[in-house]
């Protein structure tokens, strides 16, 4: 961290994006076991009535496949979720930063985008709602390549409010203090932006 640098959010992987996968192994969990140690003697179909050990077990099969398929597909997000998890993005009020294990692995200074319209370089996605708040994934291009750069998923409106303001302040390097992007001096220490 530089001095006067201040985090304005931190983005990792979610919570969300450890329910899911928990939802889905232990969903597929029931379904696997229902269909495996339900007996073939022991099936009703939908209307009530008893089915033969044959149409039994080729519901249990079914039970089981879809349970092991879904179960499955837990595991792998689980899996992949934690490798990602150690990816997280910060921004602070001079650079956004993409660090892996604590260490930064790309770095943009905000001075790049300033003056210029920043929703250029910004895509917000409005991903789910829950609880009746939205989430957004929101996507940053690079301004030098254009390439995409960082993508933040999971965060509030109050996040995708100070991502917007990016390209419109600067912070003073030499006190913090915040300025119109359009200022060329420090207006509470006059030092040159
Ligand atoms: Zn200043």
Redesign the pocket.
Known sequence: MLVHEQVEFICGKGSLGRLFPAAAIGLGGIFLAAGLLNPTSNCYNKNGVLQTPTQCASTNLLFAVLGGVVLLAGLVLALRGTKQRDTRYYVTTFRLVEAKQRRIVREVPRDLFRGREFSQFLQVIPTLIVNGTPFFTAKILDPRSGDEMMSLRNLTQESINALELVGQVVY??????R?DAKSMR??????S?
């Open positions: 003073c390097k030499y006190c913090g203090q300025n420090c207006s509470q220490c006059g030092a932006l």
